[in-house]
């Protein structure tokens, strides 16, 4: 019970001459008849907490930066009317900073034998499942001096999903992919291995696509044109050891290449291959398999939701052997992992042959671009020791993607902004080329 007309009480008490009363609470409601009364009163006419029924409904998922509503029914089955203020408490990283006081309180009256919906609007800052906490409630009586208050678990999860704003790069990439596989007229056709049609020779053709046999048969030459391979098959493999943790920006490595991730298999999916997914550090976070490409996205999209870099180093022998079960045909391997010395020469490149031997393999890595920035720095000498140092980041890692590329490995080293369209148009490239 919480007394909110104390200063009135201390007010009352306080007006009366010392010796009047007695100092026991027998003695103080004696000489505060009135005030007791009104007490006992309001307390008795604000309606009982513990018998409230409360029920959730709403958003069960949102992507991060959008907000999620879920709807609160409070009834009061009691024959008093219901005059409350209400708290809906969720973890912190559910508000945006300081917005957690206004969007989890709410006023209500609920007349005895109905009830009310109260609409609680989250906006989370971070992925993963965020779980409802308490429903503290305090019930006021008609004037206000005492309450009644109780909490109650009212159980509710909002998954918080990648955001995906590499979305904006879908229309062109697949206005490239239909130039690829001919669905669209232009001059050259991709480099595929499916043989597609004939049609005249243009200067600037590949002299081996010519079909002397068709052009024996006709007064002009024919070219053969090739379309790319469907139904091959992807394994996106998300590194989240300890390097994907590293912030660059406002966020962690990791989330710019689950980005990254999501945009190449938007564009795989849409060119008829089979896209899968592995999240690996020291053992198994993630792995999803035999998706149809109507379900791949949002499968991937929810997988994604509750990684979270782990703080250890990635044990790359067990990576490579799980890649090479999950992928037992022919694949284009996608390994979003760091391009960072240590962790690339002692731990990838020994095991890489197994994974080239067998699959076309392409590692994509996030670069920071603060190290750019720090590279064009001049002016003063700190300024001058920032550029050396970046330069020399900058540096080993064009020596780690030069080592990579001499494995037979394609390398896309990018900003968090840059890094999907480039690493789409890598697979374009090797789509094209017939290397899938």
């Not at 004037?143 to 009212?154: A, E, F, K, M, P």
Request: aromatic share 4%.
């Amino acid at each position: 019970m919480a007394l909110t007309g104390r200063a009135a009480l201390i007010a009352a008490l306080a007006s009366v001459p010392v010796g009047v009363w007695d100092p026991s609470w027998t003695g103080i409601l004696a000489v505060n008849a009135p005030l007791a009364v009104a007490c006992a009163c309001d307390f008795a006419l604000a309606a009982p907490v513990r018998r409230l029924g409360l029920s959730r409904s709403g958003d069960t998922s949102a992507r991060l930066g959008e907000t999620a509503d879920v709807t609160l029914t409070v009834t009061n089955p009691s024959g008093r009317p219901l005059r409350a203020r209400l708290r809906d408490a969720w973890p912190p990283s559910t508000w945006q900073p300081g917005t957690e006081t206004a969007a989890s309180r709410h006023s209500l009256t609920v007349p005895a034998g109905e009830r009310r919906r109260v609409t609680t609007r989250l906006r989370p800052t971070r992925r993963g499942d965020r779980h409802a906490d308490r429903v503290t409630i305090r019930s006021y009586g008609p004037l206000g001096l005492l309450t009644r208050q109780g909490t109650h678990r009212v159980p509710w999860t909002v998954r918080v999903l990648p955001p995906f704003t590499s979305r904006k790069h879908l229309p062109s990439k697949l206005s490239r992919l239909r130039e690829l596989d001919g669905r669209t007229s232009v001059l050259t056709r991709g480099e595929g291995t499916e043989f597609d049609s004939l049609r005249e020779y243009v200067p600037g053709d590949d002299t081996r696509s010519i079909d002397w046999r068709a052009t024996a048969r006709h007064s002009s030459v024919a070219v053969r044109t090739w379309r790319p391979e469907r139904d091959r098959r992807i394994l996106l493999v998300l590194d989240t050891g300890r390097t994907s943790a590293g912030r660059v920006g406002d966020a962690p490595r990791l989330d710019a290449a689950m980005d990254a991730a999501l945009l190449l298999a938007a564009l795989a999916s849409r060119a008829g291959d089979r896209v899968d997914l592995l999240a690996y550090d020291r053992r198994v976070r993630a792995l999803l398999q035999g998706r149809t490409a109507g379900d791949v996205l949002p499968s991937l999209v929810n997988a994604m939701a509750t990684l979270e870099p782990e703080l250890v180093e990635t044990d790359a022998r067990g990576l490579t052997a799980t890649a090479l079960r999950s992928a037992p045909r022919r694949s284009l391997i996608v390994l979003l992992t760091t391009l960072d010395a240590a962790p690339v020469e002692e731990g990838l490149l020994p095991v890489l042959p197994q994974l080239t031997q067998r699959h076309t393999v392409l590692v994509a890595s996030v670069a920071d671009p603060h190290v750019s920035r720090m590279a064009r720095a001049r002016g003063h000498t700190d300024a001058v020791y920032e550029a050396a140092a970046a330069a020399q980041a900058q540096s080993e890692r064009r020596n780690i993607a030069d080592q990579l590329r001499r494995h037979g490995v394609t390398v896309v080293d990018a900003t968090p902004d840059e890094l999907p369209p480039a690493l789409a148009d890598a697979y374009l490239e090797l789509k094209a080329a017939g290397r899938l």
